[in-house]
Structures are given as C-alpha cells and as structure tokens.
C-alpha cells in the first residue's frame, strides 16, 4: 500500500548539505502497525512528511496505493494526501476560532459535496466523535479542552476522510503518561475498526512496543528490530 525505495534525503545547508535519509526502503501493507524510534533529529518528521506526500525526497521513489508520488504535481499530491492519509503532530494544529465538530470537518471541505453526501459526513464526523468520548464537546472550542481531548479531536479530524494510513508523529509527546498511554489505545483501537495503517514515531520504546513492527532510525537509515 505504502512503499519507498531507496529514498534519501537532504536538506540545503551551509557549509555543505545535511544528509538525513540514505536509501530507506520499507513496505506498510494495509492495517499493518508500524512504529518509527530514534533519538531527536534522527529524522522521523522527516521520513513521515514524506511519506504522507507533504515533502519530496531527493531521491528514490514513494508509492501510494502504486501512485508513483514523485511523479504528481503538487496539486495532484494534495489530492491524495486529502483522501489516502491522515496526519496527527505532536501539538494539534486545531483552529481556535472553530468549534471541535468545524475542525473535525476541515478535511472534507476540499471536495464538493452534495447535500446528501454533507449529511452522511456529518454523521460520519459525530460518529468518530462518539467512539472517541467526545460528542458533548461538539460545539465546544479547542480552548476549552485539555490535552488530550484535543489530540483525540485532532486523531478523529485525520480520520474523518476514512484514509488508508495514519501518520502519527509523537502524537503523545506533549501528554502526561497516563493520558498518552490512553490515546495510544485509542489509535490502536482505530487501527483495528477503521482497517487504516498507523505509522507513529517516537522515542517511547514503551508506545514503540505495541505495533506489530518497530523500526529504529539512527545515522540515517532504518533498522527493522
Ligand atoms: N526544513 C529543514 N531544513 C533544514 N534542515 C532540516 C529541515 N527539517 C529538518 N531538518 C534537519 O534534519 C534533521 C532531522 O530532523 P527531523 O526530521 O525533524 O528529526 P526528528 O523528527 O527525528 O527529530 C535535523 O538535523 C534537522 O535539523
Ligand atoms: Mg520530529
């Protein structure tokens, strides 16, 4: 579903360039479990970014669902990054002035939509909000949230277009334990009823232990453990 071969990657630097991938390869299939560990600026953000088509590699190649991502252009990417993949940061990125059901359908703006089909979004939005303890908070504002509400408000926004894979980058990183061991169920729970592919990063072994793979990213590549 999701593959990369080869894919390298550096960043403009002075005096010389920085080199923060050298051919990774990897191959998620649907539903699979995947976590990414290593240490701070080993280069996850950037292996995820591009991974979900929000960053192009300088070399190697990227397939979504056989797309060939390198060869979209950038309006063609965004497209498929809408409808195959959901992102979830470490810090939510909800919009302040919306109220959470607003935020949840960011997403499916980006396409028209019938009234019969703005309907049953709805519905599949206050359903997600529902499996996630969130349906009284519907109309509130993410200021009015804690934490980890509002990253299980953020996890059903990435959701709400029903994509293939989930891009969970440190998603519990700004969570106090217990709280970060609970939206980790969740996304393992969502993994499972939704069939969608979770890949997170992290430096927690402890999270990184519950995906059925783990691989660690250190000197620029990928070491399955
Ligand atoms: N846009 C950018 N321009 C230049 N260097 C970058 C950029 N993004 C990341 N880097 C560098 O790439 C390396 C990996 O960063 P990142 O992918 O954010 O790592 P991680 O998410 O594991 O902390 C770091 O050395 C960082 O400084
Ligand atoms: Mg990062």
Same mark, same amino acid.
């Given at each position: 579903?999701l593959?990369?071969?080869?894919?390298?990657k550096?960043y403009?630097?002075?005096?010389?360039?920085?080199?923060?991938?050298?051919?990774?390869?990897?191959?998620?299939?649907?539903?699979?479990?995947v976590?990414?560990?290593?240490p701070?600026?080993?280069?996850?953000?950037?292996?995820?970014?591009?991974?979900?088509?929000?960053?192009?590699?300088?070399?190697g190649?990227?397939?979504?669902?056989?797309k060939?991502?390198?060869?979209?252009?950038?309006?063609?990417?965004?497209?498929l990054?809408?409808?195959?993949?959901?992102?979830?940061?470490?810090?939510?990125?909800?919009?302040a002035?919306?109220?959470?059901?607003?935020?949840?359908?960011?997403?499916?703006? $980006? #396409?028209?939509?019938?009234?019969?089909?703005? !309907?049953?979004? =709805?519905?599949?939005?206050? @359903?997600l909000?529902?499996? /996630?303890q969130?349906?009284?908070?519907?109309d509130?504002?993410?200021?009015?949230?804690?934490?980890?509400?509002?990253?299980?408000?953020?996890?059903?926004?990435?959701?709400?277009?029903?994509?293939?894979?989930?891009?969970?980058?440190?998603?519990?990183?700004?969570?106090?334990?217990?709280?970060?061991?609970?939206l980790t169920?969740?996304?393992?729970e969502?993994?499972?009823?939704?069939s969608?592919a979770?890949?997170? $990063? #992290?430096?927690?072994?402890?999270?990184?232990? !519950?995906?059925? =793979?783990?691989?660690n990213? @250190?000197?620029?590549?990928? /070491?399955?453990?």
């Amino acid at each position: 579903m999701l593959e990369l071969f080869e894919v390298s990657k550096s960043y403009p630097a002075q005096p010389k360039e920085v080199k923060v991938l050298s051919k990774i390869n990897l191959r998620i299939e649907p539903a699979q479990t995947v976590s990414i560990v290593g240490p701070s600026g080993s280069g996850k953000t950037t292996l995820l970014n591009m991974m979900g088509g929000l960053d192009r590699p300088t070399s190697g190649k990227i397939k979504l669902n056989q797309k060939n991502m390198a060869s979209l252009k950038n309006t063609e990417l965004a497209r498929l990054r809408n409808q195959h993949v959901g992102f979830v940061f470490q810090l939510h990125y909800l919009l302040a002035q919306c109220t959470v059901l607003e935020n949840v359908l960011l997403p499916t703006l $980006a #396409t028209t939509q019938t009234a019969t089909e703005q !309907k049953q979004t =709805r519905k599949r939005a206050m @359903d997600l909000l529902e499996r /996630t303890q969130m349906t009284q908070y519907a109309d509130s504002y993410p200021g009015q949230l804690s934490g980890g509400q509002r990253q299980r408000v953020a996890v059903v926004r990435a959701l709400v277009n029903r994509p293939d894979i989930l891009l969970a980058d440190e998603p519990t990183g700004s969570l106090d334990a217990d709280t970060a061991g609970q939206l980790t169920e969740l996304l393992l729970e969502l993994n499972q009823s939704e069939s969608v592919a979770l890949v997170i $990063a #992290t430096h927690s072994r402890r999270l990184a232990r !519950k995906t059925q =793979r783990q691989f660690n990213l @250190d000197h620029q590549r990928l /070491t399955e453990l």
